[in-house]
Structures are given as structure tokens and as C-alpha cells.
């Protein structure tokens, strides 16, 4: 299984590429976008989920191949084919085991988050509906409050906030045909 270190950094170059695709015109299947942004939520969901590490880890590594041939068929067509290998190499590199190329995590303030205790934001998509989210947090007891930044912030006491992503991640892993 891959370390969550070489997984954050491939996910960052598959978004830099992304993001250069679209900015050559290239029209992506919303799928694939989905895919690579709920990539990045199971990650941050790893980073704090003690149990159910190999299931997330795997479906991660689906998500990220499955964007990462996507996106290299298509710098193919639209960057062409030394710049599409300069980006496979670029991907090879971020995978490498053992290496952290990633610099550490920036810290952004954000209004509105409850000072004293303990929060989450998770992104409300197709895959983790508002619905089904407010739902698993009334059932911990924590509050939930929609953002205008599509997020929903989950905040309570810290058991109770863990019991709520570990329930998410149960959740998540479960989905058929993911």
C-alpha cells in the first residue's frame, strides 16, 4: 500500500495537471473531476481515521489511477507526447515510496470555525450528500453547518467528532462500484 505522504503528492500533480489541461481547453468528464476531488477527501479522511486504513488506501489508489490514465491520454492529445511523459514522470516521482516532496500543509484562517472545539470539513458532492452527512452527525451528536464554500463543518467533542468520520469512512468504503 502506498504511504499517505507519496498519495498526497500524487494527487497534487494530477491536479496541477488538471488544472493545465483545462487551461488548454481540454473538456474533462465530470466524472473524472469528481473522482480527484473525493480522492482528496478520503486522504484528509485518512490522516485521522485509525481503523479501516487498507480499504481507504485502496480505494484512494483506484481513484488516483483511474484519473491518472485519463489525464495522461489526454495531455497526449492536448500538451503532446513529451510534454504528456514530462507529466507521467513527474506522477512516477510524486509515487515514489519514501520520498516526501510534499511541503508541509499551509495553514489558511477560516471565519467561523468553533474555537475550543473540535471540527472537520467534509465537501458535499454526489458521493457524500448533505443529506446523508447531517444524518451521521445528529446520530454522533455532533452540530453540522452547511459553509458557502460547499463544505460542510462538522464540530463537537473530539470522541464524538472521530466517531462521525470513522462512521463516514464505514460509509464511503461501503459505496458498490467505487
Same mark, same amino acid.
Given at each position: 500500500?502506498? @504511504? ?11 491536479? !496541477?495537471?488538471?488544472? #493545465? +489541461? ?8 465530470? #466524472?473524472?473531476?469528481? !473522482?480527484?476531488? +473525493?480522492?482528496?477527501?478520503?486522504? $484528509? ?8 486504513? $487498507? ?15 485519463? +489525464?495522461?491520454?489526454?495531455? /497526449?492529445?492536448?500538451? =503532446? ?10 506522477? /512516477?516521482?510524486? &509515487?515514489?515510496?519514501? #520520498? ?11 471565519? =467561523? ?17 448533505? /443529506? ?5 452527525? @445528529? /446520530? #454522533? =451528536?455532533?452540530? &453540522? ?17 472521530? &466517531? ?9 468504503? =461501503?459505496?458498490?462500484?467505487?
Amino acid at each position: 500500500m502506498p @504511504a499517505l505522504p507519496s498519495l498526497e503528492a500524487r494527487w497534487k500533480v494530477l491536479s !496541477d495537471l488538471l488544472v #493545465e +489541461l483545462r487551461s488548454k481547453g481540454a473538456d474533462l468528464p465530470a #466524472e473524472v473531476v469528481r !473522482d480527484l476531488r +473525493l480522492a482528496r477527501s478520503l486522504i $484528509e479522511t485518512l490522516k485521522v481515521a485509525p481503523t479501516g486504513r $487498507e480499504e481507504i488506501t485502496a480505494k484512494i489508489e483506484q481513484m488516483l489511477v483511474s484519473v491518472e490514465a485519463y +489525464l495522461l491520454a489526454e495531455a /497526449e492529445v492536448k500538451l =503532446g507526447p513529451e510534454e504528456a511523459k514530462r507529466w507521467r514522470d513527474k506522477i /512516477e516521482e510524486a &509515487a515514489a515510496p519514501g #520520498e516526501e516532496t510534499l511541503a508541509p500543509a499551509e495553514m489558511r484562517f477560516r471565519p =467561523g470555525l468553533p474555537r475550543g472545539e473540535h471540527w472537520v470539513r467534509v465537501r458535499v458532492s454526489e458521493d457524500m450528500p448533505r /443529506e446523508m452527512l447531517e444524518t451521521l452527525a @445528529a /446520530e #454522533e =451528536g455532533v452540530s &453540522a453547518r452547511l459553509q458557502p464554500d460547499g463544505f460542510l463543518l462538522v464540530s463537537g467533542e473530539e470522541e464524538k467528532v472521530r &466517531a462521525f468520520i470513522r462512521k463516514l469512512a464505514e460509509r464511503v468504503r =461501503g459505496r458498490p462500484g467505487r
